[in-house]
């Protein structure tokens, strides 16, 4: 591979262990190819507050509405978090770098915006937060984008 080959990398993170060294990974070879990374997290539709009409219908305790709220909130929080922090320890290393939360179906937000944004390498870990690592020699996420991707795909092993 050349330079030029690999500009724009696409890392889809949902803040696991695995996501992160994928994160790492990419890192280390955007430095290598000066390249420019992306991090993306789909979260479900439905889940941005207000509480969803979906748990309007599941439940209409004001109560348990709230605390579904708040912790829904916590965890884009906590997500930020993430993803700020994997932000800067690309631009430490003197990588451009940039967050996005998108929101709809995994696989379909992924592999659109790998497909509008012209990705050259998606760098994805082999396992995410459910881990079955010895059921599952990948997992549903990682295999689909390994499938279907308009690029190379790295699976990044723990
Ligand atoms: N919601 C998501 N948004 C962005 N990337 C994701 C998301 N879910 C999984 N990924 C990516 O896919 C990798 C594999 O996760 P996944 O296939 O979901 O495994 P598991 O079944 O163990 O959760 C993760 O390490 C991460 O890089
Ligand atoms: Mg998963």
């Given at each position: 591979m050349t330079n030029e080959d690999i500009k724009k990398i696409l890392v889809p993170f949902d803040g696991s262990n695995y996501s992160k060294k994928a994160a790492k990974k990419a890192i280390s070879i955007a430095k290598k190819f000066d390249a420019r990374i992306s991090f993306i997290t789909v979260v479900p539709s439905?889940?941005?507050?207000?509480?969803s009409k979906i748990l309007g219908i599941l439940t209409n305790d004001k109560k348990v509405q709230k605390e579904f709220h708040k912790t829904v909130c916590a965890i884009r929080i906590d997500l930020k978090k993430s993803l700020t922090s994997i932000v800067n320890d690309s631009k430490k290393e003197n990588v451009a770098a940039e967050y996005k939360i998108l929101e709809g179906n995994t696989i379909e937000k992924i592999i659109e915006f790998s497909k509008k944004g012209k990705y050259d390498l998606i760098v994805i870990g082999?396992?995410?937060?459910?881990?079955?690592v010895k059921i599952q020699a990948l997992g549903s996420i990682a295999r689909a984008i390994s499938e279907i991707a308009p690029c190379p795909v790295l699976l990044v092993r723990n």
């Open positions: 439905g889940t941005n507050p207000p509480p082999s396992h995410g937060l459910t881990g079955l």
